[in-house]
T-cell receptor, first 109, second 112 residues
């Protein structure tokens, strides 16, 4: 079973920052937070992951609260191509990935 | 291009047939996976292989038999296909420790 809770859907205006929340209140000390997305009819795509510290790469930023019970994925300038289902996953390094239901993000023109 | 490639992309077949889906990765990864995404869009892991050795078998019916001839290939053979096997099957690979998975573009299997 997935250990995360995400809103089923969100809207965001094109050009604005998309902030996708994730609750993982039962996360263990050795579990990382991973984010993937699945654009319609494509395979899931890795976005970013982190343990404690905030992380940033060319796709997104990951903000993890100090108690690690929740996190936010930030797409700084959302485009129509960011419309997808976004999955927040917690896992021990190299354990299998278990996908939950994710958040369906709609970018509005 | 470096990637995970699956063939075929689409597969339509009759109940009772046997079919195979092939997966190849040229990323040099040690671990490969098969996932199934059903009509409700839930992604579920089926198998995981590490350097040709079966690591995970998630109570998949034994009609499904993965085969890994080398660490760059993980094929999925399905015997006696049933209507409920209709789904999109994704292959993926990863390189420990801690890196993300790279997924293929999927094989849409339709059993009629």
């Amino acid at each position: 079973d997935a250990k995360t809770t995400q809103p089923p859907s969100m809207d965001c205006a094109e050009g604005r920052a998309a902030n996708l929340p994730c609750n993982h209140s039962t996360i263990s000390g050795n579990e990382y937070v991973y984010w993937y997305r699945q654009i319609h009819s494509q395979g899931p795509q890795y976005i970013i992951h982190g343990l404690k510290n905030n992380e940033t790469n060319e796709m997104a930023s990951l903000i993890i609260t100090e108690d690690r019970k929740s996190s936010t994925l930030i797409l700084p300038h959302a485009t129509l191509r960011d419309t997808a289902v976004y999955y927040c996953i917690v896992r021990v390094v190299d354990d299998k990935i278990i996908f939950g239901k994710g958040t369906r993000l709609h970018i509005l023109p | 291009d470096t990637a995970v490639s699956q063939t075929p992309k689409y597969l339509v077949t009759q109940m009772g047939n046997d079919k195979s889906i092939k997966c190849e990765q040229n990323l040099g990864h040690d671990t490969m996976y098969w996932y199934k995404q059903d009509s409700k869009k839930f992604l579920k892991i089926m198998f995981s292989y590490n350097n040709k050795e079966l690591i995970i078998n998630e109570t998949v019916p034994n009609r499904f038999s993965p085969k890994s001839p080398d660490k760059a290939h993980l094929n999925l053979h399905i015997n006696s296909l049933e209507l409920g096997d209709s789904a999109v099957y994704f292959c993926a690979s990863s390189q420990p420790p801690g890196n993300g998975y790279t997924f293929g573009s999927g094989t849409r299997l339709t059993v009629v």
